[in-house]
């Protein structure tokens, strides 16, 4: 019987830490970013998937907004896939441990102008008050797990929709690491704007 105790009471144990380790994962990025500490920052993110997540988002909106509708009868991954080619220089200045910084820090990057952020440091461990609990627990509730190993959190909580910044996060190993954000529509919107025409 104490042996069954024994054995739940740890399997309930490390349920609850993985529960928790990706919002620890969290912390430690935002401690990173506001240390401005580039290595620790590129520990916590996956560059490539951040430049297809990026791609991906501003693509889509290109070929949505290049002259106000979508585009009829056109495939949208192999579209793309055909100008993430074009268009790489750009999204490689935009995922950068730097400009991923700026990003979380500011909501914006240098190439464009956002209208929220991310704040990060709301959720700051090392001055735990009555605020900071309640915005861990406003973010844990609107959080989505996808599966065990994935988790979508969106920031700031108390945002609508389309001004929140959604992160991604995907375990790696033992390691918890950003593979995607989602960018609000006006940070979007302003990127296309900014976004070089394809040449030739």
């Known amino acids: 019987m104490v042996w069954t105790f024994r054995v739940t009471f740890l399997l309930f144990l490390a349920w609850l830490i993985f529960l928790v380790s990706p919002f620890v994962a969290l ?8 240390a401005r500490d580039s290595a620790r920052i590129e520990e916590r993110i996956n560059i490539h ?4 997540s990026f791609s991906r988002q501003l693509l889509g909106e290109y070929l949505k907004t290049s002259d106000g509708q979508e585009i009829a009868g056109i495939d949208k991954n192999a579209a793309a896939n055909a100008g993430a ?5 750009f999204i490689e200045k935009l995922v950068t441990p730097q400009a991923i910084m700026e990003l979380l820090e500011k909501g914006t990057t240098t190439q464009g102008t956002g209208t929220t952020s ?30 065990f ?29 950003l593979t995607g954000i989602d960018l609000p529509k006006a940070l979007r919107e302003e990127l296309i704007r900014r976004m070089p025409p394809p040449s030739g």
């Open 118 to 147: 991310p704040n990060l440091q709301a959720f700051d461990l090392a001055n735990v008050n009555g605020t900071t609990l309640r915005r861990a627990w406003d973010l844990f509730i609107a959080s989505e797990s996808q599966g």
């Open 149 to 177: 190993r994935s988790i979508v959190m969106p920031v700031p909580t108390d945002k609508p929709k389309d001004e929140q910044f959604r992160l991604t996060w995907r375990i790696s190993g033992t390691t918890w690491r």
């Open 27 to 34: 912390y430690d990025l935002a401690k990173a970013v506001q």
């Open 49 to 52: 998937a951040l430049r297809v």
């Open 85 to 89: 080619a074009v268009f790489d220089p």
